[in-house]
């Protein structure tokens, strides 16, 4: 599961009566939605904006996305939970 994750990936795993049974590795084809790179870029370039982000993704995936839109790494949370979620958001 940690290699996988290293590479970026989302990792699912089910676990019956303590032992895994299932073990399925996501990777999205492309990092993120077309349209993020240059909305991001706009928003930090032009509108001077401070960039975070927020997900439940694991560090590798969330470290991965952050470098190609240009995220500083301090300004990334991740495997966030709803709760985490709205907790960061305050703490920006």
């Keep these: 599961m940690q290699s996988l994750e290293k590479e970026g990936k989302t990792v699912v795993c089910l676990v019956i009566d ?23 870029t706009y928003l930090r370039d032009v509108m001077q904006m401070k960039i975070a982000m927020i997900t439940g993704d694991n560090e590798h995936a969330a470290m991965k996305v952050a470098r190609y ?19 960061a958001v305050k703490r920006f």
């Design 69 to 87: 839109l240009d995220i500083p790494s301090s300004n990334v949370t991740f495997r966030a939970y709803p709760n985490d979620k709205k907790r």
């Design 18 to 40: 303590k032992i895994p049974r299932l073990l399925i590795s996501l990777e999205e084809v492309s990092l993120c939605k077309d349209e993020a790179l240059p909305v991001v």
